[in-house]
T-cell receptor, first 114, second 115 residues
Framework: KAGVTQTPRYLIKTRGQQVTLSCSPISGHRSVSWYQQTPGQGLQFLFEYFSETQRNKGNFPGRFSGRQFSNSRSEMNVSTLELGDSALYLCASSLAQTENTEAFFGQGTRLTVV | AQSVAQPEDQVNVAEGNPLTVKCTYSVSGNPYLFWYVQYPNRGLQFLLK??????LVKGSYGFEAEFNKSQTSFHLKKPSALVSDSALYFC?????????????FGGGTRLMVKP
């Protein structure tokens, strides 16, 4: 069974540009969450989607947005990139939207903003 | 608000010795607790979870964790460490009744197992 797939693995962008990251969850999983990982802030929750609806959102500016498609694939977009947006962006998928369900993570997209 | 603390940035242990990676949590409801491991340039891999029931939870790769409600702790343990266990370990919590799959993570503990 294929795991969570994130593309691309690495990105280099310039300040002010925008970027779109993609996540394909495990087959059958309907919940997709996004996290930002940085050395200074650790792992921080961005948002979660279930059945194409955003169910939770973390404390990030509006430049960070996302969506989920009918096949459960998800994308996140960051507009007007800042140097501080450089991070590893992790996507996680879960079978259901229940509290006791573990999340399975992709390998991440390493975004570098220069 | 829920929070997770991993008091040690790094834990050093010799191969073959037992290891413990500490985690304490603060929540206002009943917690669901998770441990994940991250190898360099990789995502997080699920190790184990505590939902309810037996306080000793067994997980992948010989790891186990002990839930202690009175001490609000969920320490990760392994009887005999391997060099290949060297990685970054994260404890996470989700609270019952908090709709959705948002996990709150601790800051991570780097485990170094020396041969």
């Amino acid at each position: 069974k294929a795991g969570v797939t994130q593309t691309p693995r690495y990105l280099i962008k310039t300040r002010g540009q925008q970027v779109t990251l993609s996540c394909s969850p495990i087959s059958g999983h309907r919940s997709v969450s996004w996290y930002q990982q940085t050395p200074g802030q650790g792992l921080q929750f961005l948002f979660e989607y279930f059945s194409e609806t955003q169910r939770n959102k973390g404390n990030f500016p509006g430049r960070f947005s996302g969506r989920q498609f009918s096949n459960s694939r998800s994308e996140m977009n960051v507009s007007t990139l800042e140097l501080g947006d450089s991070a590893l962006y992790l996507c996680a998928s879960s079978l259901a939207q229940t509290e006791n369900t573990e999340a399975f993570f992709g390998q991440g997209t390493r975004l570098t903003v220069v | 608000a829920q929070s997770v603390a991993q008091p040690e940035d790094q834990v050093n242990v010799a191969e073959g010795n037992p290891l413990t990676v500490k985690c304490t949590y603060s929540v206002s409801g009943n917690p669901y607790l998770f441990w994940y491991v991250q190898y360099p340039n990789r995502g997080l891999q699920f190790l184990l979870k505590y939902i309810t029931g037996d306080n000793l939870v067994k997980g992948s790769y010989g790891f186990e964790a002990e839930f202690n409600k009175s001490q609000t702790s969920f320490h990760l343990k392994k009887p005999s460490a391997l060099v290949s266990d060297s990685a970054l370990y994260f404890c996470a919590v989700r609270v019952f009744g908090n709709a959705g799959n948002m996990l709150t993570f601790g800051g991570g503990t780097r485990l170094m197992v020396k041969p």
